[in-house]
């Protein structure tokens, strides 16, 4: 089986921006989750879709959305970046969200 | 709030050594999941093992172990002969359901293992 899949790998964008990041899932799994990893924060949540309904969102500005297609991928949206958006935005895969979850290789975002 | 600790921020082991990774957790729920993923340079981020709360068998998977100790919410992980290729980031984290079928992963802060030739 394929993994999970992210793209771009690299963005750079500058403030004011926005900025649409894609992942697709294991085949057969229907839960994506996204998280933000930085230096200061570490892995933080930011949301999980199943079944193209978001489930839980986590403490993150309005900024930052999501959506999830009928074939389970999924696309990340950051309006109006900032500087602090730069990190890396890992996005997972489950076969329902209770189970464990497989990671794709990130997003390195740079808002400069 | 859940909590995640891992206390060592970074550890170093000779090749072929034993190495443990503590790591506690905060939680009033009984019937959760642990992991341990490991995340190398490539930043990609791979799971290693897993523990189900219920079990009250410790995870083992090849040379990497768990000790699980539900009363004290101590979830350790042991790397036996390690190698060159275990040197990475390993994070410890928490699953558990928040209601309407959602699960949310919880991090600890990571200890970077180095593994000396």
């Known amino acids: 089986k394929a993994g999970v899949t992210q793209t771009p790998r690299y963005l750079i964008k500058t403030r004011g921006q926005q900025v649409t990041l894609s992942c697709s899932p294991i085949?057969?799994?229907?839960?994506v989750s996204w998280y933000q990893q930085t230096p200061g924060q570490g892995l933080q949540f930011l949301f999980e879709?199943?079944?193209?309904?978001?489930?839980n969102k986590g403490n993150f500005p309005g900024r930052f959305s999501g959506r999830q297609f009928s074939n389970s991928r999924s696309e990340m949206n950051v309006s109006t970046l900032e500087l602090g958006d730069s990190a890396l935005y890992l996005c997972?895969?489950?076969?329902?969200?209770?189970?464990?979850?497989?990671f794709g290789p990130g997003t390195r975002l740079t808002v400069l | 709030a859940q909590t995640v600790t891992q206390s060592q921020p970074e550890m170093s082991v000779q090749e072929a050594e034993t190495v443990t990774l503590s790591c506690t957790y905060d939680t009033s729920e009984s019937d959760y999941y642990l992991f341990w993923y490991k995340q190398p340079p490539s930043r990609q981020m791979i799971l290693v093992i897993r523990?189900?709360?219920?079990?009250?068998q410790n995870a083992t998977e090849n040379r990497f172990s768990v000790n699980f100790q539900k009363a004290a919410k101590s979830f350790s992980l042991k790397i036996s002969d390690s190698q060159l290729g275990d040197a990475a980031m390993y994070f410890c984290a928490y699953l558990l359901g928040i209601g309407a079928g959602s699960y949310q992963l919880t991090f600890g802060k990571g200890t970077k293992l180095s593994v000396i030739p």
């Open positions: 523990q189900e709360a219920y079990k009250q």
């Open positions: 085949s057969g799994h229907r839960s």
């Open positions: 997972a895969s489950s076969f329902t969200g209770g189970h464990e979850q497989f």
């Open positions: 879709y199943f079944s193209e309904t978001q489930r």
